[in-house]
């Protein structure tokens, strides 16, 4: 079995994005709180806060899924197919509820769904492709923990810097 499909050669990569994205989850669990009131007094902002912890919960969870041992590709490919469906819908009902078509313009709708794609759709992918141990496997699921890593940031910094402005 090669690289791509192949969870016993991912082992370090899993272990650091478990404690890089329970960090940053923690970091914006407290973030928030501490924020909640300003928060709270804007539309759509407690879907993001959110979505946010949730892209940087669905890295951990999918590097706890990686690391565990002895599981072949098979079961691999239908845990991260599971978990990038179930945090996918959860994001896009979260994106759904946030925005308000008469009060958000296009491109920030478009910006929005892009980050919850760039977190969820990749996992899905790589889930399928270790599944069916063809297209890249977990060279996706890489890019749906960047993604999600990336969008859980861009996400925090909007609750914790632009709200203040």
Known sequence: MTTAYDPSQWSELFVATAGASAAL????????????????????????????VLLLLSVLLVSIIGLIPGQGHVALGV????????????????????MSRE????SWRFSRMAVGALGTLPLVI?????????GGGLYWVVFGIVGAIVGG??????LLVEILR
């Open 103 to 106: 009060t958000t313009q296009r």
């Open 153 to 158: 940031v861009s996400n925090a910094w909007v």
């Open 79 to 98: 845990e991260l197919l599971v978990e990038g469906l179930a945090f996918g819908l959860i994001v896009a009902v979260l994106l759904s509820r946030g």
């Open 126 to 134: 790589g889930g399928a492709s270790v599944l069916a141990a063809s």
């Open 25 to 52: 989850a923690g970091l914006v669990f407290v973030a928030v709180s501490i924020n909640i009131e300003r928060i709270l007094q804007f539309e759509g902002l407690p879907e993001r806060a959110l979505e946010t």
